[in-house]
């Protein structure tokens, strides 16, 4: 064989803390694009493969199909059954994850370089293999029932399924992806047929290498992997309307710790105003000591563990997310400090020491991500299924600095909206009740 | 494939809740003048280091009645110094780009940093600072309180599986303080004050009673010189007490337990018996237990995977789980959950009748090669994994072992037999020194 891949691009991306990241994008013969990056230093690769739109390609009444049929990609396949399958992966001590979201299934793959050939050829007869057994199907089935019924009861996710019903309205982003206990239960053996036809194409495949292992060997083994999966699958849902207008809806729960989740519309990452929007949510409530949330609602007044806002965007919406837990007798007075604290950010913005500090953070951890291969191989997809450049890690801090008080005051103003801040609580909440939305 | 979110043992706490290998290893060891353990693991591959201090000081440590002080000590080390204002640390770690947290365990509390390399030095000035030199104040208290038990709360008054697991530990021992929840019983947490927090303070914080571990880009000969540096010069305590905890008098009478919540929706049966920990030079039964826990119920293949759930279909999920990095005796543990329609009594009888098949038909060969190629393997991983070799020699020297005992550990994992496995199991499940725990719904549900 003369030529098995083409080298479109190679790159050195230097990082203030990161030595170097050379990504470079490899075509296999057979067409399909991987990002890789070569670190022969430790004799393992990672492997990091998504197929764009996950749960929410569910076909009509078949809710949780895409989760249950990922969750038996790895119970059986070709002449393997489950058990043979689990024995064939722990003898070469490779590791596979299947994992189903709204936007995605991913597979997430790890083996050494010692036994690549037949740590490949297992995860190959997963991918286009699966036997979809009966009994496999019924056993896993039995789990993830149990897993919807756990999350019947527990306060999180009630919240979390209430906040989602309220703010995507008929979009499969409205429901769990694991599906109620009648739609699993009515779930046949040709539905997750179906599910697998549906989700597992090339047309929507994005893939990221990390490891011991050469764009020569890369282009071949991906054929090998991922050539015969059929050219298309189902096509995208809409994008999905974010109905959050403000209110206060309560679930009645009988727990100690109200749990709530709160939200507005958010920003795409094609905005140009996405990181001044990073940037204002650090100070807001990203995570850690400084932000404004935890200083004012955990460690000024003790009434939480963790209280956060985060910018959430998926693939078809764009949503602006919190979260706080607090004793039901608390939970009004951290909500009252929360309201309080947007209202101040979209009148007064933030002062341009908090945006100096926000930035310093921002940059400054941005490399530590990168920090072991199966989370570069992670990232590399994400930036793929983003549309980012290749070179995107190497500008992306510069787009952080780049960002002026002029545009967080912007953002602060048009973005941020004190009125439609929806809240979803969960518990016993004393002196809260629901109210509508605006 | 589903993970269950079953939660025998919680055992490790953190300040916060953000966010969310050995061959080749490049470890240098050394102990400074005044007693102070360090550790380096070397990664050159990028230029970022985790910065830790392990301290031999954990919920076990705890004087009666103020259970939970070692946690909420943890917390309030963010608060102000002598040198530093409240928040101080924090933010400047954060100002430098890098990430802090803290966490507690029942033999140990640990504080960390990751950062580019350089900053190296700021952190170990910072860490140095609050190890002698905290100011707390008043409101510290009153405030941080709030937040553990609103921890509290989160992590287990909302979460009946969590409140079975501390009800099962607290009969599991009858005179060690791991019977006491890391976080603390919630009665005594209310009236913790600065007294008590001082004095666990006075009594545990001191270089001769910590470890320093950093992993990452670093030079050995460097860090030895900013150790000494910082930590070098805060003097020893002569009069650190010996570790010396409330033994367990002889475990004879097998125990029951349980628990009934509204909000349980799967129920299960979980037993845990008392175990053999890792000692110092004597690893060999705490080797083979771990091997069990893997051949018993350590994913797909297991014995009781493979009965419960494959062939009698009577489980949707069962595992075993055995946790040997500990100062004093632990626990071997089994768990099945049922299928719809079985009762926790037919459960736990099926469980039983696994385990006794287990003693007579033993571990097969082939699943035992399949553990040691992963074994293997993992060590091959970890390799990607700086500071989870860090971690794991900061566990180690916390609960006593030595760095001996960290680099003879895999070894003794792979040197293990079929025999050593069916030894230990015949050793440790002894029913006289167990708990067995049904987590239910009020009225029976699962009939």
Known sequence: MKWIATFLTALVVALPARAEIKIQEVVSPGGITAWLVEEPSIPFMALELRFRGGASLDAEGKRGATNLMTGLLEEGAADMDARAFARATEGLAASFGFDTSDDEVSISARFLTENRDQAVTLLRAALNEPRFDQDALDRVRGQVLSGIRSDLNDPNEIARTTFDGIAYGNHPYATDYSGTVDSVTALSREDIIAAHQAVLARDRLYVGAVGDITPEELGPMLDTLLGDLPETGASMPPQADVALNGGLTVVEFDTPQSVAIFGQRGITIEDPDYFPTILLNQVLGAGGFESRLTQEVRVKRGLTYGVYSYLAPRDLAEIWLGSVASANNRIAEAIDVIRAEWEKAATDGITEEELDAAKTYVTGAYPLRFDGNAPIAKIMVGMQMLGLPIDYIATRNDKVNAVTMEDIDRVAAELLNPEALTFVVVGKPEGLESLPAN | ?447
């Not at chain 2, 309030?76 to 040198?83: G, R, S």
């Not at chain 2, 365990?105 to 950062?115: E, G, I, K, L, P």
Request: with cysteine.
């Open chain 2, 1 to 447: 494939m589903r993970q269950f979110r079953v939660l025998l043992n919680a055992a490790v706490l953190c300040l916060a809740p953000l966010v969310a290998q050995a061959d080749e290893e490049a470890v240098t060891s050394f102990t400074l003048e005044n007693g102070m353990d360090v550790v380096i693991v070397e990664d050159n591959r990028a230029p970022v280091v985790q910065h830790m201090v392990w301290y031999r000081a954990g919920s076990a440590d705890e004087p009666k009645g103020a259970s939970g002080v070692a946690h909420f000590l943890e917390h309030l080390l963010f608060k102000a110094t002598e040198n530093m204002e409240s928040g101080e640390l924090s933010a400047t770690v954060a100002a430098n780009g890098g990430r802090d947290n803290a966490f507690t365990s029942y033999d140990y509390t640990a504080y960390f940093q990751r950062v580019a390399s350089d900053r190296l030095e700021l952190m170990m000035q910072m860490e140095a600072d609050r190890m002698r030199n905290i100011r707390l104040t008043e409101s510290d208290i009153t405030s941080e309180r709030g937040v553990i038990i609103e921890e509290r709360n989160q992590r287990t008054e909302n979460n009946p599986r969590a409140l079975f697991g501390e009800q099962l530990n607290a009969v599991q021992y009858h005179n060690h303080g791991y019977s006491v929840p890391i976080i603390g019983w919630m009665h005594e947490m209310q009236t913790l004050g600065m007294d008590d927090v001082m004095d666990f303070y006075n009594t545990h914080y001191y270089p001769n009673n910590a470890i320093l571990v950093v992993s990452g880009d670093v030079d050995p000969e460097e860090v030895r010189s900013l150790a000494e540096k910082h930590y070098g010069t805060i003097p020893a305590n002569p009069d650190l007490p010996d570790r010396v905890r409330t033994a367990e008098p002889p475990q004879n009478a097998e125990r029951r337990v349980v628990f009934r919540d509204a909000r349980v929706a799967q129920p299960y049966v979980s037993r845990s018996y008392l175990a053999p920990e890792r000692d110092p030079g004597d690893q060999e039964m705490a080797a083979a237990l771990t091997i069990l826990a893997e051949v018993l119920g350590g994913g797909q293949t297991s014995y009781m995977t493979e009965k419960l759930q494959f062939e009698q279909q009577k489980a949707v999920w069962s595992g075993a789980y055995y946790r040997g990095a500990s100062l004093d005796d632990t626990t071997f543990d089994v768990i099945v959950l049922p299928r719809p329609g079985l009762s926790l009594e037919e459960t736990e009888a099926a469980m039983d009748d696994v385990l006794e098949q287990f003693m007579v038909d033993g571990v097969q060969p082939d699943q035992l090669e399949r553990i040691k190629m992963q074994l293997r393997a993992s060590q091959i991983y970890e390799r990607d994994d700086v500071n989870s070799i860090a971690n794991r020699y900061g566990q180690a020297l916390a609960i006593g072992l030595t760095v001996e005992d960290v680099k003879a550990w895999p070894d003794l994992l792979k040197a293990v037999t079929e025999e050593d496995v069916m030894e230990a199991a015949g050793l440790v499940f002894n029913r006289d020194a167990s708990v067995t725990g049904w987590l239910m719904q009020p009225e029976e549900v699962t009939q």
